[in-house]
């Protein structure tokens, strides 16, 4: 059953049309909980329609305005989130086949034929957009599975919480939007929303659940880096510092006071719209490509920075390896403003601390892949010409202690990522551009 606590009037739907009805139909969040509902509007009195028609027929606009759905234009879906500094990521569980310590569990069924792979994850809203930020929320509940060669998922549950904090009126045009978001990036994951949960809650949430049942050479272990591997980034870095550099923008702060003279509004909002749609990318198409190009382990970065989630990956070996990071790509001028806004973190490959105005723990990023070199440049190549997107090698794999580092003369480097159109990348060179770009040295 999928358990709805958003707002009065679904207390009433609730008592006209028999709890019973809604039960038997609340078990798909689509065809459920829009369409069952939908359907008995019409029977109920006092009933605010706006929450269905919202979420089942109006298309987002592609920039989310408050005024134009009746809210108050000061309204901010990110400040109905809680902002908490996170933890160092903790040591891995000792059992690789079943636990495998990256948010994820895999578990033998069948007598060992199948694997049941199962994931979750939940964000707090890091943008004002609702519809955008389901669509985030569900791609990287997603992610963990991709990260594990996993392109098939089977079902999703969806994991709500809503704002006790809110109007009635912003939860009518807020939960729809971010409801219709999740549901419409698991259509284009291939996958289902069957169920979940909500509840009400002092900050919004929302994440999920997800699963897929596969033998078990659809699975790829993370366990099996070898010395030799490189390591592929699939999306650029500096995505939470980008977020929150518009919400400074925004909200007239005068932390964006201090970083004016290197970057401009105007670029602010392009490099934003880009990085909002880097998250919304799905790491499907990477994930197929690590079964033709043999990768032998992945890890999703998210929460604890590219060297956080290359340590986590490095610990759970079963050789004695050394992740080596030597170039950190990030979106156009988030190098410099990291500076200038005292993000050392984020540049030394860590998750930045969050701050009194920063707006989310983390974003969702690539996937960071271990291969052989020609595998890897091979892969980098096709990845591009489906997705019309960079990925680079950024990495290599030594002999070590199963730990990651940054190597000694690692390099940043930015690029105009919300222009690129073809990108091809070889090893033991910056970039090959096939279009006239700018590829930014910066250190």
């Known amino acids: 059953m999928f358990k709805i606590v958003i707002s009065s009037y679904l207390a009433t739907v ?20 829009f369409c069952c509902v939908k359907s008995h509007l019409s029977k109920v009195q006092g009933i605010n329609s706006r929450y269905i028609a ?32 996170r933890n160092s990521p903790s040591s891995n569980q000792t059992d690789l086949r079943i636990g495998i310590g990256m948010d994820s569990c895999v578990l033998p069924i069948q007598g060992g034929k199948l694997l049941l792979v199962q994931t979750t994850d939940f964000f707090y809203p890091l943008i004002d957009d609702p519809y955008a930020m389901g669509k985030i929320a569900c791609a990287n509940t997603l992610s963990d599975l991709y990260a594990m060669g996993v392109t098939d998922c089977d079902n999703m549950l969806m994991l709500l919480s809503v704002s006790n904090k809110m109007s009635e009126r912003e939860r009518d045009v807020v939960i729809p939007l971010m ?18 949960q909500s509840v009400l809650n002092p900050w919004i949430t929302i994440g999920g659940v997800a699963t897929a049942v596969c033998p078990p050479e659809n699975i790829i272990m993370p366990y099996n880096i070898c010395p030799g591997d490189v390591l592929v980034l699939t999306k650029p870095l500096g995505t939470q510092l980008m977020v929150n550099v518009k919400n400074w923008l925004d909200l007239e702060h005068s932390k964006f006071n201090n970083i004016r003279h290197v970057i401009s509004e105007e670029t602010v909002q392009k490099v934003h719209d880009y990085s909002v749609k880097s998250m919304i990318r799905l790491n499907r198409t990477a994930a197929k490509l690590m079964h033709k190009y043999n990768a032998h382990g992945a890890t999703d970065i998210t929460g604890f920075g590219i060297v956080g989630h290359a340590n986590n990956l490095a610990k759970i070996q079963k050789k004695q390896v050394t992740i080596v990071i ?46 052989a070199p020609d595998e890897a440049v091979e892969f980098c190549n096709e990845i591009e010409r489906i997705e019309h997107q960079p990925a680079w090698i950024v990495g290599h794999v030594e002999k070590g202690e199963n730990v990651a580092r940054l190597s000694e003369n690692y390099a940043l480097f930015e690029i105009l990522q919300y222009d690129i159109r073809k990108i091809a990348f070889e090893p033991k060179k910056w970039c090959t551009w096939t279009v006239p770009l700018q590829c930014v040295l910066v250190k």
């Not at 027929?57 to 809680?82: E, M």
């Not at 419409?184 to 069957?194: I, K, M, N, R, S």
């Open 179 to 196: 409801m219709k978001g999740f549901n419409d990036c698991a259509q284009e994951a291939e996958t289902q929303v069957e169920g979940g």
């Open 14 to 33: 609730l008592h006209n049309v028999g709890y019973h009805v809604l039960k038997r139909n609340y078990n798909s969040v689509h065809s459920g909980l």
């Open 54 to 85: 919202n979420a089942m027929d109006n298309p987002p606009q592609q920039h989310f305005d408050p005024v134009a759905h009746g809210l108050d234009p000061t309204f901010r879906l990110t400040h109905c989130g809680f902002q908490s500094k």
């Open 326 to 371: 030597d170039k950190l790509p990030f979106l156009y001028r988030m190098v410099e403003v990291a500076k200038i806004a005292g993000w050392q973190r984020l540049l030394n490959g860590l998750s930045p601390e969050t701050s009194g105005m920063s707006v989310a723990e983390c974003t969702l990023g690539g996937l960071l892949i271990a291969m």
